[in-house]
């Protein structure tokens, strides 16, 4: 079977249509919320030289949809909490834990573009890229210690551990190893899936859910992450250059292998892949090797254990009363699996 890329495929269009629509929902419900996350966000206190300042404003105000912050204030609206002012807090460390990430990525990969601007690694030295992604660190651990909850405190320091293990892991991984299911979710859970769960369980402990409750959100978090990474690995193949903000295959060819290559291993072997398992490959074989993966089943593939991955987030959501807040929490999974970027 043929893989059918996403934006020529007029079912899965307007499937992305109609989940664009809930996520409209989703921010009608958290849009008061998320104002105030942004003005948390865009604070940044003593951060010098100017210049400094506002690039990283520019990052930060560039910052995509929100979904971890608006995860956050979905769950406090499961318990009636999502007015509680600590709910915007932990919603700005999540969001402000991640661009802290993004900023020590871009310096380890290389890159020099994300969502099609400039890296704070393109114009400033090493160090003050590495700076800059410590004082977003420190600046998101201080919003979290606002909520003046130790075990959410706790939460918050496993997730940055567990986020800083996997890139240490990953980057002393063998070659041969790279190409595994085990390998790979381990290292989406890490880099990912991790933040969705810190967002759900941290606001499920600040909400005073039971046990039961947090490990629904927990499985939750961690499974709508999984696929949410899983969809992003796939548009890497096939999604519109200008919408992903990024080359055809750029994970590949920085030798970074995810579940389309592994499911296409799985199927045709590594016959002809060997150069790109070892990141060594030429930008015309890169080329050869990017097109057959993109034309294979393993894109369908991947895809189809995104969906998998998916239905158990929305399993996890049964374990709470029905109400506007599970329907938008159960919309993110929906548009997870539509998006386009």
Known sequence: MTAIPLQSSPALSQAHDGHAANLQRVHALTRAQLAEVETQLLHLPDLQPEALREAVIHIVAAGGKRLRPAITVLVAGLFNRAEDRRVIDLASAVEMLHTATLVHDDLIDGSLMRRGAQTLNAVWTPAATVLT?????????????????TRVMSIFADTLGVIVAGELQQQFT?????????????????KTASMFVLATTACGVLCEA???QLEALRAYGRDLGLAFQIMDDVLDFIGDVREVGKPVGSDLRRGLITLPVICYIETHGKDGLECALQGRCTAETYEAIIARIRHSDAISQAIEEA?????????ALAHF?????????????????????
């Open 174 to 190: 063998d070659f041969a190893l790279r190409p595994t299911r085990e390998d790979y979710y381990r290292r989406i859970y890490s």
């Open 321 to 341: 009363p029905p109400s506007p807040y599970r329907e938008a929490l159960a919309d993110l999974v929906s548009y997870t699996l539509a998006r386009t970027h």
């Open 133 to 149: 992604g410590d004082y977003l660190f420190a600046y998101a651990a201080n919003l979290a210690a606002r909520t003046h909850n």
């Open 307 to 315: 969906r998998q991955l998916g239905q158990r987030a929305r399993t």
């Open 210 to 212: 039971d046990e039961a």
